[in-house]
């Protein structure tokens, strides 16, 4: 083994093996695998090989289509076969709901240029004779679906990776990381040490074990996972090969292995291996068979396909793999630890192994991914992913593989673990919760606790009416939010507006004033919004997104200057309360001493006050869109500031409201938000924030490709629409059509209850920035008319909100 190593990548699955290929394809040549036993040797080998493009994430979908298609490469290079079966697939729905959701996997497919197709019953079983009609409701079909060999696609990518100059070490072990000053790493095993630039933990079912050495708790937990095959069945002689199936009903996935059927469940009694630590010593094993803890979905799986309960079991596996709790691989740097990577929690390698290789490499070599992979980045946990929220999550989320998520469905595992103070107060007053990084906020505030829960649909639900009433109080007098949920930052020192300036695509505002500003990455991409509040001359109060608070300190520690500025994330140090509607002056006047006549405080003003007895900072401003104030105080003051506010209200009807309604206020005012409309694949002129941008400043990060972006006017535009939508609104990811043909997408959606329309914002081609008719918004399988909008629907001057 070599002493030294631009890149030691640790661990020979489908996942390290892939990282390995990729970084010799970008031209990283002096890397080096290091394995433990043979390749594979951790849950690869005994994978069942599925694969497939459907993915709820369309940026995730994006990177399967990628994989699937590089096996083709991977054997011309390394004259190794991949044992690629591309059968087509069909998705079976036993309910309504189900189809729906087919019809928008198949919607989100247009724009992702898959070939997805609703069909009959009938038509599905022509093409998947096994099952019974009886139980279905219609199906979707995927050509580009099948399986492969899984010792054949991971010995590819390591022969085509030595092609390229890698080296692979086996039947060695890594024990342990050591740091150097430098940022270089030690890497030490059971054969000697390699000094490496940089390390790649691509442990698999070890990836926990490893992150250890390094101090970091990663949040992956291995579930075991169960599949048959069973004997040779006379109905298959002499035909095609069989599609792949899933049928969602029986939480089960079936494909052709040789003569007989291989069938595999998702269980709702899943349990996890080796729940704290993985045994070293565990290898090319399986673990005992569990017959009875898969027995329901067996059941259900020999009624909806009987010939398969005819045929008898000839084998059975039983092996573990690894989850995060959402179920998307973790991926990219870590905060905090230079120069050390991660591509693991991948449950899927072989849909997503090549995906995440090329991802990884990119980053590596260029500082970037190089495409939106926010649903796979690492940073998307934060401190809450402790072992035991992450074993219920993982376990919650193994047993729902085959659920619907429903957009108003909030789920329950590992809940209520983080509460804000005033937690007890909502629920009192009825409050439905969601959970946002864990931590509850309202989402809506249902009349009496018999009616405080949620009708999970894709239509408008029971919360429908109560959002609508709380939409009309803020429109109409004072409604009172919870905004504990936000992002916070506190950047100071004597260099702290420079350094901003240089972040932020915006300048940062004078002492006691607000701006917004987008951040943008070197290619001039959207990588966060931000509002700025400027304390004093060296402090700035950051308010941007929780959910990715990891994801901007690791790129703000990339970017400190050595002295004089800190960055701290405080979002838990200060939670908020947020008043907005015409009579939210009048409300918040009645609590504090300084003038907030619109003279003395105008929109976009940020100040120390006292309200009552609590001391706080008070930001005119409201996500709304309406007259409104932001407050923010440390939390021992939350529960004060909350019942003065509430008391002092009730002089102005002030009413309760939550998350749903701010999400359909915002989009009535065309507002966008982190995730949605703002990702790393748009840039800030396409994004509708170009007034955000200074180029009055010489220097900030992106500056040069957002001059660029500006001068062409980029290739998108985000767009506001009016839909012609009767019982059903946007959600977001469904395809917008123009003049017939698929265009773009939609980013959000829902019911304007101040305006009285279905809303929805979503990118279209540049080309299409001004065209005001032809367009329709496909929801349920259903194209309707789509109005463009010029200005935003509530509101358009922004009178209101500076009033
Ligand atoms: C029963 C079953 C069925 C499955 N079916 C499918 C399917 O149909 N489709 C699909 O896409 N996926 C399937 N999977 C999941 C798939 O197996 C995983 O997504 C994939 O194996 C993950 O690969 P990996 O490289 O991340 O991890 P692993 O395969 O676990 O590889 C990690 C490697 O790292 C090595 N290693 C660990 N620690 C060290 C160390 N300290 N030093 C050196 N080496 C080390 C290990 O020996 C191991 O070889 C299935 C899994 C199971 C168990």
Redo the contacts with the bound molecule.
């Keep these: 083994m070599k002493s030294h190593a631009k890149v030691v990548v640790?661990?020979?699955?489908?996942?390290?093996?892939s990282v390995l290929y990729h970084l010799t394809k970008i031209g990283w040549k002096d890397v080096l695998l290091?394995?433990?036993?043979?390749?594979?040797?951790?849950?690869?080998?005994?994978?069942?090989?599925?694969?497939h493009t459907v993915n709820g994430d369309p940026n995730v979908a994006k990177l399967q289509q990628y994989t699937i298609e590089l096996y083709q490469e991977i054997e011309r290079i390394s004259g190794q076969s991949c044992g690629v079966h591309i059968t087509g697939g069909i998705m079976l729905a036993g309910t309504r709901e189900r189809l729906d959701w087919l019809k928008m996997a198949k919607a989100r497919g247009r724009y992702l240029k898959m070939d997805l197709e609703i069909i009959s019953v009938d038509e599905a079983a022509k093409m998947f004779p096994l099952m019974d009609k009886k139980h279905f409701a219609g199906a979707m079909y995927d050509p580009i679906e099948g399986?492969v060999d899984?010792y054949g696609v991971?010995h590819a990518y390591a022969k085509s990776a030595q092609i390229g100059g890698a080296e692979i070490v086996k039947k060695?072990?890594?024990?342990d990381l050591k740091a150097r000053p430098d940022g270089t790493w030690d890497v030490i095993?059971d054969h000697g040490n390699v000094h490496a630039e940089h390390v790649v933990n691509?442990?698999?079912?070890?990836?926990r074990?490893?992150g250890r050495m390094v101090g970091l708790e990663l949040p992956i937990l291995a579930m075991e996972?169960?599949?048959l095959i069973t004997g040779d069945m006379p109905e298959l002689a002499g035909m095609r090969e069989q599609l792949h199936c899933i049928d969602f009903e029986g939480e089960i996935?079936i494909r052709q292995e040789r003569g007989g059927m291989l069938m595999?469940t998702y269980e709702r009694a899943g349990v996890p291996w080796s729940a704290v630590t993985t045994p070293?010593d565990f290898?090319q094993d399986l673990l005992p068979n569990d017959l009875d803890r898969i027995a329901p979905s067996l059941a259900v799986g020999f009624e909806h396909f009987p010939a398969l309960g005819q045929a008898g079991i000839k084998k059975m596996?039983?092996?573990?793999?690894?989850f995060a709790p959402d179920g998307n691989p973790l991926v990219g740097p870590i905060k905090g630890l230079k120069n050390f990577w991660v591509?693991?929690?991948?449950?899927?390698?072989?849909?997503?192994?090549g995906g995440v290789g090329l991802a990884l490499s990119r980053w590596m070599a260029e500082g970037d991914p190089g495409a939106d992979i926010w649903g796979m980045d690492v940073a998307r946990y934060g401190d809450w992913t402790t072992l035991a929220y992450t074993n219920a999550k993982v376990r919650e989320n193994y047993s729902r593989r085959f659920s619907i998520r429903f957009p108003n469905e909030e789920l329950p595992a590992a809940r209520p673990l983080r509460t804000t103070p005033i937690y007890e107060r909502l629920a009192a007053q009825h409050a439905v919760f969601g959970d946002y990084c864990a931590l509850e906020h309202p989402l809506w505030f249902a009349p009496t606790a018999e009616e405080a829960r949620d009708e999970v649909s894709f239509r408008r639900s029971n919360s429908h009416p109560h959002v609508a009433a709380e939409c009309r109080a803020v429109r109409d007098g004072v409604g009172l939010l919870e905004i504990s949920n936000y992002g916070k930052f506190d950047v100071r020192g004597p260099g702290a507006a420079e350094w901003l300036s240089h972040v932020m695509a915006n300048r940062v505002p004078a002492v006691g004033r607000i701006a917004l500003t987008p951040m943008l990455n070197e290619r001039g991409k959207l990588i966060g919004d931000f509002t700025m509040c400027r304390v004093s001359q060296e402090h700035i109060f950051l308010v941007g997104t929780y959910a990715a608070e990891t994801y901007y300190m690791r790129w703000f520690e990339r970017h400190l200057p050595p002295l004089g500025v800190s960055v701290r994330p405080c979002a838990m140090e200060y939670t908020g309360l947020s008043v907005a509607g015409p009579k939210s002056r009048a409300l918040l006047q009645s609590l504090v001493r300084d003038d907030l006549a619109s003279a003395a405080f105008p929109f976009m003003s940020f100040r120390r006050m006292e309200i009552g007895m609590v001391p706080g900072y008070v930001g005119r401003v409201s996500f709304t869109g309406d007259l409104g104030y932001e407050i923010w105080v440390t939390t021992d003051y939350q529960r004060a500031l909350h019942d003065s506010l509430v008391k002092a209200g009730r002089d102005f009807g002030l009413k309760l409201f939550g998350g749903r309604a701010l999400n359909a206020m915002r989009i009535e005012k065309s507002f966008g938000t982190w995730a949605r409309e703002y990702r790393p694949i748009y840039g800030p002129f396409e994004a509708g924030l170009g007034r955000f941008v200074d180029f009055k400043k010489d220097d900030f990060i992106g500056r040069a490709a957002a001059a660029l972006e500006k001068e062409s006017g980029g290739a998108l535009r985000l767009r506001s629409f009016r839909v012609a939508a009767t019982d059903a609104d946007a959600i977001g990811d469904e395809p917008i059509w123009h003049d017939g043909k698929t265009v773009g997408w939609v980013t959000s959606g829902a019911f304007g209850h101040r305006v009285g329309e279905s809303l929805a914002l979503g990118y279209v081609p540049a080309s299409l920035a001004a065209a005001d008719s032809g367009f329709e918004i496909e929801i349920i399988g259903e194209r309707r008319e789509a109005t463009p909008l010029s200005a935003a629907a509530f509101d358009p001057s922004g009178a209101l909100m500076r009033a």
Excluded at 34 to 42: D, F, K, Q
Excluded at 172 to 175: I, P
Excluded at 317 to 322: I, L, M, R, S
Aim: proline share 3%.
């Design positions: 640790i661990g020979g699955g489908v996942v390290g093996a290091i394995e433990r036993a043979e390749l594979t040797s951790g849950s690869t080998w005994h994978a069942a090989g599925g694969m399986h899984p991971t060695t072990r890594v024990t095993t691509a442990a698999g079912l070890w990836a074990e490893l996972h169960q599949y996935y595999g070293w290898g596996v039983n092996g573990p793999f690894t591509a693991c929690g991948v449950m899927a390698g072989f849909s997503q192994g």
